[in-house]
């Protein structure tokens, strides 16, 4: 049975390439340096860029999903959201970066960008999860 056409052809080779690379360089950045340089890193990137639109931020996370999924390693939600922060610095924009615990036992982390009006983007409307840290692209950050 064929599947139905639904008129979107998805992502271009380009799109993906530059998803994939940023996922890569977010695994690579994750493995070498201290989380708490790899945060110092994203204040310095944030806050370099004009705050991203709602539809952009979208549009780099569906970018960073279509490459991950081309790339022989895991690319979990930490990843993920940095691919996101990265991609979006290339782009000379900025996203909301936060991580967080789960509000419910049992006891779960998890990060993720948000479009300027505070929204998760790319994640559930129930997200079940607190923001500890946000840093955010006008300067502020966040901290619970």
């Known amino acids: 049975m064929a599947l139905p056409d639904t ?10 390439a530059s998803g ?7 695994w690579l ?6 989380f708490d340089r790899v945060t110092r890193l994203v204040q310095v990137l944030v806050r370099s860029g004009r705050p991203a639109t709602s ?4 549009d780099l996370v569906s970018a960073v999903d279509a490459g991950a999924r081309r790339l022989p390693v895991r690319v979990a939600c930490l990843e993920r959201s940095l ?4 991609l979006a ?9 936060c991580y967080g615990t789960s509000i419910r036992p049992p006891l779960r982390l998890h990060a993720w ?6 929204r998760p983007v790319g994640e559930p409307d129930d997200l079940g999860y607190r923001a500890t840290r946000r840093i955010l692209p006008d300067g502020r950050d966040g901290i619970a």
């Open 89 to 97: 610095w290339a782009q000379r924009r900025a996203v909301t970066w």
């Open 83 to 86: 691919a996101v922060v990265l």
């Open 7 to 16: 008129g979107n052809p998805g992502p271009t080779w380009m799109v993906r």
């Open 55 to 58: 539809a952009k931020v979208a």
């Open 113 to 118: 960008v948000e479009a300027p009006d505070g």
């Open 20 to 26: 994939a690379g940023a996922a890569l360089g977010a």
């Open 29 to 34: 950045l994750l493995r070498a340096v201290r």
